[in-house]
């Protein structure tokens, strides 16, 4: 990574780990998963509600722990707000892929600024902070199409 791209790396964790996007809860109707890195940890509830189609309609999260965990989490709910489950879904595997550098993107273009965390592959317990939120989300997605509004999920897994 080159000097000029680790500034920007940095600003935007710090941006959104001070600022955190779509932070808070949702009170009706949301799919609400409970995660946690016991290794470090960090921890997030994040809420998804999804329309009748599926589709998210809107995501919040709260939560503590690393600038990582945080600014992953606040980034992936303006990714995926608004899109269809396996969009999000996509999104999702893709961001695993750039975090621990095993496989291939399919669609490098739909992460945009998700792109800047591909330096946490170097820090395997980061790793696991930036997973944290999309592991959520995954459990989330499950749940819903399980018809479940209540879970965990660990980025141990």
């Known amino acids: 990574m080159n000097d000029e791209l680790r500034e920007l790396y ?25 995660g946690d890195n016991p ?13 009748e189609a599926g589709k998210i309609a809107d995501i919040k999260f709260d939560g503590q722990g ?7 989490a606040s ?17 999702a595997r893709d961001f695993r892929v750039i975090v621990t550098g095993e496989g291939k993107v399919a669609n490098e273009d739909a992460l945009g600024e998700l792109q800047l965390l591909e330096g946490v592959q170097h820090f395997p317990q ?4 930036a997973m944290l939120g999309w592991r959520a989300l995954e ?3 499950q749940m819903h199409n399980a018809g479940g509004s209540e879970g965990t999920a660990s980025s141990e897994d």
């Not at 290794?39 to 329309?51: A, H, N, P, R």
């Not at 709910?77 to 899109?83: A, E, I, N, P």
């Not at 980061?126 to 902070?129: E, G, P, Q, S």
């Open 10 to 34: 940095q600003q935007v964790i710090l941006d959104h780990s001070r600022k955190p996007r779509n932070h808070g809860t949702i009170a009706d109707g949301a799919v609400h998963v409970h």
């Open 39 to 51: 290794s470090c940890g960090d921890e997030i509830d994040l809420f998804v509600k999804f329309d």
């Open 66 to 72: 690393c600038a990582i965990s945080q600014a992953s």
């Open 75 to 91: 980034m992936m709910t303006l990714k995926v707000k608004g899109r269809q489950q396996v969009d999000a879904t996509s999104l």
């Open 126 to 129: 980061r790793v696991k902070c």
């Open 139 to 141: 459990q989330a997605i």
